[in-house]
């Protein structure tokens, strides 16, 4: 007789999106608590095994054209509001926290959202320290065919095969639940990119300037 699997209790915030709505669509088995602007509070139960920080936002200008209110909206989605839940929650078994490439690749007009994801990975970096006993992912992807580009549909196309799909994305997260993972780069090749960077910054930002400034 087959053992009948635990139903996990796992958060998703940013649920509206296009990557949490692949993620939803592929975990009918667990109970699940969504999270979005868009959507009510929900009852968060006693125990909550997973929590998929998935929640993001970004405007990509230069520096100068940002507003203090930008600045501080982007810090607030994408780092502050992740590090608070994650400590009001307390999950369980394992975190996923949605970064971004731009943590490991920062380019221009993207200063304050590559700052934000840089956090979000120093802080998961941290806590993996802080709490050897929970898992702690990243995932770390490049740009993705999303409507998180919807006002700049103009990038998308300027990447071209570049770009992934939320399908693959949410395929990638689904195998690593439970899994001690601790990062998640796509696409491939940006993930290269990535680590040359580490070894030879200067070569890789002077390549960036000339390769890498889509937006």
Same mark, same amino acid.
């Given at each position: 007789?087959?053992?009948? +699997?635990?139903?996990?209790? #796992?958060?998703?915030?940013?649920?509206?999106?296009?990557? $949490?709505?692949?993620?939803?669509?592929?975990?009918?088995?667990?109970?699940?608590?969504?999270?979005?602007?868009?959507?009510?509070?929900?009852? #968060?139960?006693?125990?909550?095994?997973?929590?998929?920080?998935?929640?993001?936002?970004?405007?990509?200008?230069?520096?100068?054209?940002?507003?203090?209110?930008?600045?501080?909206?982007?810090?607030?989605?994408?780092?502050?509001?992740?590090?608070?839940?994650?400590?009001?929650?307390?999950?369980?078994?394992?975190?996923?926290?949605?970064?971004?490439?731009?943590?490991?690749?920062?380019?221009?007009?993207?200063?304050?959202? $590559?700052?934000?994801? $840089?956090?979000?990975?120093?802080?998961?970096?941290?806590?993996?320290?802080?709490?050897?006993? +929970? #898992?702690?992912?990243?995932?770390?992807?490049?740009?993705?065919?999303?409507?998180?580009?919807?006002?700049?549909?103009?990038?998308?196309?300027?990447?071209?095969?570049?770009?992934?799909?939320?399908?693959?994305?949410?395929?990638?997260?689904?195998?690593?639940?439970?899994?001690?993972?601790?990062?998640?780069?796509?696409?491939?090749?940006?993930? $290269?990119?990535?680590?040359?960077?580490?070894?030879?910054?200067?070569? #890789?930002?002077?390549?960036?300037?000339?390769?890498?400034?889509?937006?």
């Amino acid at each position: 007789m087959k053992k009948k +699997l635990t139903r996990r209790n #796992i958060v998703i915030t940013g649920a509206s999106g296009d990557i $949490a709505q692949e993620l939803i669509r592929r975990l009918q088995d667990d109970n699940l608590i969504l999270m979005s602007r868009s959507l009510p509070y929900p009852e #968060i139960p006693e125990r909550v095994d997973i929590l998929i920080n998935n929640a993001g936002f970004g405007e990509f200008e230069e520096l100068e054209n940002l507003s203090d209110e930008q600045i501080e909206e982007m810090f607030k989605v994408n780092t502050l509001d992740l590090i608070k839940l994650t400590r009001d929650l307390q999950p369980q078994i394992q975190v996923i926290n949605i970064a971004s490439m731009a943590g490991k690749l920062p380019t221009a007009k993207a200063t304050v959202y $590559a700052a934000s994801k $840089a956090a979000v990975l120093a802080f998961s970096d941290a806590l993996r320290l802080e709490k050897p006993e +929970l #898992i702690v992912t990243t995932v770390n992807t490049g740009p993705v065919r999303t409507k998180f580009h919807k006002d700049n549909r103009a990038y998308l196309e300027k990447v071209g095969k570049n770009a992934i799909s939320p399908t693959y994305v949410a395929s990638k997260i689904e195998k690593t639940l439970g899994k001690r993972k601790r990062e998640i780069n796509l696409p491939v090749q940006l993930a $290269a990119v990535a680590k040359l960077r580490a070894l030879f910054p200067e070569v #890789i930002d002077y390549v960036g300037r000339k390769f890498f400034n889509y937006k």
